[in-house]
């Protein structure tokens, strides 16, 4: 009878015993859960503050890998168009019109364009690009700054970027974009910092367009 009771006890502390050890586990999975759900919540806050920028414009500084720096006003008009004007002592302009990124160099006349969808830049202008698909959180240690690095797994070749979100209750979406790092297919990094937001004013579909070097020595 007592070797009967030793192996009832024996069978029910064996069948405890995966639940007992399951319980710490429970608490670990929801937290678990949260973080992703929270990961996600935030993707859609990037999502949702970039669809919400018609223009903006802004100063900005570009840092190339060597640490060179130059400055100039930015101009974004969704979906696909932007204009890089450079200061005076750089001649040369970055313009996109929807279609194709161009880079105009005026001091060599050359010009250089690639399809936006084939640029690292095609994650804030492409409006095919998926950031919520491909967008992958960088932890910042700052909740009020989010940082999401979009790159399609499938097509290297488009580079990464890196965008850095500021949460500001002003700017459109509640997120106020402050700075990306572009990273091309040859491991090229650029930096461009901005400052100076403005949103929601008229910008004209010319303003995306440009002097054809090879043709004028003029700049515009």
């Known amino acids: 009878m007592i070797y009967t009771k030793y192996l ?19 608490p670990a999975q929801a937290q678990a ?10 993707l859609d806050q990037v999502v949702g503050a970039l669809r919400a920028i018609s223009t903006m414009q802004a100063d900005f500084t570009q840092t190339d890998r060597n640490g060179s720096t130059v400055g100039g006003s930015l101009t974004l ?14 001649n ?8 194709a990124l161009t880079l105009i160099d005026y001091d060599v006349r050359q010009v250089q364009r690639y399809p936006i969808s084939n640029s690292p ?3 804030l202008l492409d409006p095919n690009r998926d950031v ?7 932890p910042t240690g700052n909740p009020n700054v989010i940082s999401v690095a979009v790159r399609d797994p499938g097509k290297p070749e488009y580079g990464t970027i890196t965008l850095v979100f500021t949460r500001n209750a002003a700017a459109p979406g509640g997120l106020e ?25 008229a910008v004209p ?8 070097p090879r043709r004028t020595t003029n700049r515009r």
């Open 8 to 26: 009832l006890s024996a069978a029910a502390f064996a069948l405890a015993a995966p639940s007992a050890m399951l319980v710490p586990a429970a």
């Open 77 to 90: 008009k969704r979906p696909g168009r932007i204009r890089f004007q450079y200061s005076r002592d750089v």
């Open 205 to 212: 579909d010319r303003t995306f367009t440009y002097t054809d």
């Open 177 to 201: 974009l402050t700075s990306w790092v572009a990273l091309d297919a040859q491991n090229t990094r650029t930096t461009v910092r901005l400052s100076n937001q403005r949103y929601g004013m």
């Open 121 to 123: 830049l095609g994650a």
């Open 92 to 99: 040369m302009l970055v313009v996109s019109d929807g279609r």
């Open 33 to 42: 859960q949260a973080r992703t759900q929270a990961r996600g919540d935030q």
């Open 132 to 138: 919520r698909r491909y967008g992958r959180l960088v």
